[in-house]
């Protein structure tokens, strides 16, 4: 891990959302964190007070001595905080105005602005977390459901950390023996070493693919699942986006072509994150406006994790319904035979001769047979992942991408020991596999990768 940094300026910031509220907090790091505090507040002497309590009090201006506002604050004193560095938390009353005086009455005495993520980032510099960790601290802010929150706090705990680290010392136990016949070749055991390089690189490698394996539930778990609900007009695409939201999200009428444009929405099914999408319906129209929708509505299924695709039960299958059905047929999909109550013209098993994706029958208005939706979604992302909550898990495309590359490396090791190359130079791909997934945890991570992936945190945090 990175060693503690004590150079580091002190920083300040408002780390609750910016609005009216009960309480607002903002916060400072650095080594003098407790003095410009002190220097605001009136109350107790801030540097003489013992560590982690908290103290009532006002804030002042130092200048024109006037009352600002009536707070609580937090001390904190390092090593034993997030940062490691001294912190101090302001508790103020929530409000815009009030909340930015006291943030600025901190930079004119002494704290800088902090830039965004540049909590964690310094809680990553010093050691407290990894990059996983760090990355998780996100996830639980943006988590939507129990279960994805469940996953970034097992995240949190380090257990993707534990993980990697695991792999990490197989690879360079292997190779530290290499060295050691490098260093005493008349030992002669090229065979013996070799061998050993590429049952590890096998297994660590199987390990890795294990870890990949989680990827598109992690992915799903931490952006949502991009969920289309797509067809005709006046075939209950907005009735049930309202039944998903539990409201009235959308208009719903009789009218054909109500919708225009597409709506967005999240809801949680079984405790997976859906993000919805209700699109305009797809048809063939000359109304311009119409036009612009039914383009979002096909832009919406080429970029959809899953269509939901809804058919008018009570009609004949259209000439359109089946544009839609050869339109979505690559795509991950379920077909929803909707107005069961209005009696049947498309049955389960005519769609089924076309395609093998699951069939939903149901009447959205009186609600009949919607929980088989939560339950065929289910099957086809999460199947075998019952516990998903409790198990490591890879969560972003920056980490899934790392682990195939370093799997890569690692069948190179598995390639060049088959082929009797110099185990000097199949040892450049051990360490390759090696440092790759040293930038996974941030053990091996260039500077400017650590300055980007921090900077898409929000501010405050």
Same mark, same amino acid.
């Given at each position: 891990?990175?060693?503690?940094?004590?150079?580091?300026?002190?920083?300040?910031?408002?780390?609750?959302?910016?609005?009216?509220?009960?309480?607002?907090?903002?916060?400072?790091?650095?080594?003098?964190?407790?003095?410009?505090?002190?220097?605001?507040?009136?109350?107790?002497?801030?540097?003489?007070?013992?560590?982690?309590?908290?103290?009532?009090?006002?804030?002042?201006?130092?200048?024109?001595?006037?009352?600002?506002?009536?707070?609580?604050?937090?001390?904190?004193?390092?090593?034993?905080?997030?940062?490691?560095?001294?912190?101090?938390?302001?508790?103020?009353?929530?409000?815009?105005?009030?909340?930015?005086?006291?943030?600025?009455?901190?930079?004119?005495?002494?704290?800088?602005?902090?830039?965004?993520?540049?909590?964690?980032?310094?809680?990553?510099?010093?050691?407290?977390?990894?990059?996983?960790?760090?990355?998780?601290?996100?996830?639980?802010?943006?988590?939507?459901?129990?279960?994805?929150?469940?996953?970034?706090?097992?995240?949190?705990?380090?257990?993707?950390?534990?993980?990697?680290?695991?792999?990490?010392?197989?690879?360079?136990?292997?190779?530290?023996?290499?060295?050691?016949?490098?260093?005493?070749?008349?030992?002669?055991?090229?065979?013996?070493?070799?061998?050993?390089?590429?049952?590890?690189?096998?297994?660590?490698?199987?390990?890795?693919?294990?870890?990949?394996?989680?990827?598109?539930?992690?992915?799903?778990?931490?952006?949502?699942?991009?969920?289309?609900?797509?067809?005709?007009?006046?075939?209950?695409?907005?009735?049930?986006?309202?039944?998903?939201?539990?409201?009235?999200?959308?208009?719903?009428?009789?009218?054909?072509?109500?919708?225009?444009?597409?709506?967005?929405?999240?809801?949680?099914?079984?405790?997976?994150?859906?993000?919805?999408?209700?699109?305009?319906?797809?048809?063939?129209?000359?109304?311009?406006?119409?036009?612009?929708?039914?383009?979002?509505?096909?832009?919406?299924?080429?970029?959809?994790?899953?269509?939901?695709?809804?058919?008018?039960?009570?009609?004949?299958?259209?000439?359109?319904?089946?544009?839609?059905?050869?339109?979505?047929?690559?795509?991950?999909?379920?077909?929803?035979?909707?107005?069961?109550?209005?009696?049947?013209?498309?049955?389960?098993?005519?769609?089924?001769?076309?395609?093998?994706?699951?069939?939903?029958?149901?009447? &959205?208005?009186?609600?009949?047979?919607? =929980?088989? +939706?939560? *339950? !065929?979604?289910?099957?086809? @992302?999460?199947? $075998?992942?019952?516990?998903?909550?409790?198990?490591?898990?890879?969560?972003?495309?920056?980490?899934?991408?790392?682990?195939?590359?370093?799997?890569?490396?690692?069948?190179?090791?598995?390639?060049?020991?088959?082929?009797?190359?110099?185990?000097?130079?199949?040892?450049?791909?051990?360490?390759?596999?090696?440092?790759?997934?040293?930038? &996974?945890?941030?053990?091996?991570?260039? =500077?400017? +990768?650590? *300055? !980007?992936?921090?900077?898409? @945190?929000?501010? $405050?945090?």
């Amino acid at each position: 891990m990175a060693q503690v940094l004590t150079q580091f300026d002190t920083i300040a910031a408002i780390s609750t959302p910016i609005g009216e509220g009960g309480i607002s907090i903002v916060r400072l790091s650095g080594e003098d964190a407790i003095e410009i505090a002190n220097k605001v507040f009136k109350g107790k002497d801030l540097e003489q007070v013992a560590t982690h309590t908290i103290h009532y009090g006002h804030i002042i201006d130092p200048e024109t001595k006037k009352v600002v506002d009536e707070a609580m604050v937090s001390v904190m004193k390092g090593p034993k905080t997030f940062t490691r560095e001294d912190v101090v938390e302001i508790n103020c009353h929530g409000g815009m105005v009030v909340t930015n005086e006291i943030l600025q009455l901190l930079l004119a005495n002494g704290a800088r602005m902090a830039d965004p993520g540049e909590y964690t980032k310094r809680a990553f510099m010093n050691g407290r977390i990894d990059l996983t960790q760090a990355e998780s601290v996100m996830d639980i802010i943006r988590a939507k459901t129990d279960k994805s929150r469940e996953i970034a706090m097992n995240q949190l705990k380090g257990g993707l950390l534990g993980q990697i680290r695991e792999l990490r010392q197989n690879l360079l136990d292997t190779m530290a023996q290499e060295e050691v016949n490098i260093d005493y070749p008349e030992y002669d055991m090229d065979d013996m070493t070799g061998n050993q390089m590429k049952e590890v690189a096998q297994q660590v490698s199987k390990k890795i693919e294990k870890l990949l394996l989680t990827a598109q539930e992690g992915k799903i778990m931490r952006n949502g699942l991009a969920t289309a609900i797509v067809g005709r007009p006046n075939v209950g695409k907005s009735s049930l986006l309202n039944y998903l939201t539990q409201d009235e999200k959308a208009i719903v009428t009789d009218i054909a072509g109500t919708t225009r444009d597409t709506l967005e929405e999240y809801v949680s099914i079984k405790n997976i994150p859906l993000k919805l999408i209700d699109t305009a319906g797809i048809h063939e129209t000359e109304d311009k406006v119409e036009k612009i929708g039914v383009e979002r509505s096909k832009k919406a299924v080429q970029d959809a994790d899953l269509v939901l695709l809804l058919l008018d039960g009570s009609r004949e299958l259209s000439d359109e319904d089946k544009e839609l059905l050869d339109f979505t047929k690559f795509k991950k999909r379920i077909i929803i035979l909707n107005k069961s109550d209005l009696g049947s013209k498309i049955t389960r098993e005519m769609i089924q001769k076309i395609t093998d994706s699951p069939v939903i029958m149901t009447s &959205i208005l009186e609600r009949n047979n919607l =929980d088989s +939706l939560a *339950t !065929e979604i289910e099957k086809m @992302f999460f199947s $075998g992942l019952e516990n998903s909550a409790n198990q490591v898990m890879v969560t972003n495309q920056r980490q899934a991408g790392l682990l195939q590359k370093a799997r890569q490396s690692l069948q190179e090791v598995i390639t060049g020991v088959d082929s009797s190359m110099p185990l000097d130079l199949v040892q450049i791909d051990l360490k390759d596999a090696w440092d790759t997934l040293g930038e &996974i945890t941030g053990e091996s991570t260039p =500077d400017e +990768l650590i *300055t !980007e992936l921090f900077s898409q @945190f929000c501010l $405050g945090k």
